[in-house]
C-alpha cells in the first residue's frame, strides 16, 4: 500500500507541475510585458494540499528541466531551503493577510458577478487600478527582507 501511495504522490506531482505550466501559459497568452510566474507553497517536503515535492521541483530546475514558474514562495518556516530556484519567504509580516487580501480585489475585480453585487460596480476602471496598486504597495511593505529573516 506504501509503494501504491508513493506512485500515485509522484505521478500528482508530475501532473501538476504540468497543469501549472499550462495555467501559466495561458494566463500570460497575448500580454506585452514578461510576467514573472510565482508558485505558492506551505514549505513542506511534500505538500499534501499541492501534491508537489518541494526537492523535486529545485531538482528539475537544476537538471534544466521546464517547472512552469519562475519564482517560489514559501513559508519562511520552512524546513527546506531551495538551491536552484528563486524563492521569497510569503509569511511576510507574520501572516498572510496582505497577501489574501491581494488575490481577493483582484478576484473580485475580474469577476463580473461579484462587481455587480459589490460596491466595486461604483469604482471607474482607474480608481481600480489605483486600489490594485495601493494593495500591491501593502503587500511589498510589509515584506520579511533578507536581514530581517536573519
Known amino acids: ?3 501504491l501511495l508513493l506512485r500515485y504522490m ?3 506531482h508530475s501532473l501538476t507541475v504540468a497543469s501549472i505550466g499550462a495555467l501559466f501559459d495561458y494566463a500570460c497568452e497575448g500580454l ?6 510565482v508558485l505558492m507553497m506551505e514549505g513542506e517536503l511534500y505538500s499534501w494540499t499541492s501534491g508537489l515535492w518541494l526537492e523535486e521541483l529545485d ?9 512552469g514558474f519562475d519564482e517560489l514562495w514559501l513559508d519562511s518556516g520552512t524546513s527546506y531551503v531551495p538551491q536552484h530556484i528563486p524563492y521569497r519567504s510569503y509569511m511576510w509580516s507574520r501572516s498572510r493577510y496582505f497577501i489574501s487580501q491581494f488575490f481577493q480585489l ?11 453585487h459589490t460596491a466595486l460596480r461604483y469604482k471607474t476602471v482607474e ?3 489605483q486600489m490594485v496598486v495601493e494593495r500591491w504597495q501593502l503587500v511589498h511593505g510589509s515584506a520579511l527582507n533578507a536581514q530581517a529573516a536573519f
Open 106 to 116: 483582484t478576484g473580485a475585480l475580474c469577476d463580473p458577478r461579484s462587481r455587480i
Open 32 to 37: 506585452e510585458a514578461q510576467l514573472t510566474r
Open 1 to 3: 500500500m506504501a509503494e
Open 10 to 12: 509522484r505521478v500528482r
Open 59 to 67: 531538482t528539475a530546475i537544476a537538471n534544466g528541466e521546464e517547472a
Open 127 to 129: 480608481e481600480c487600478r
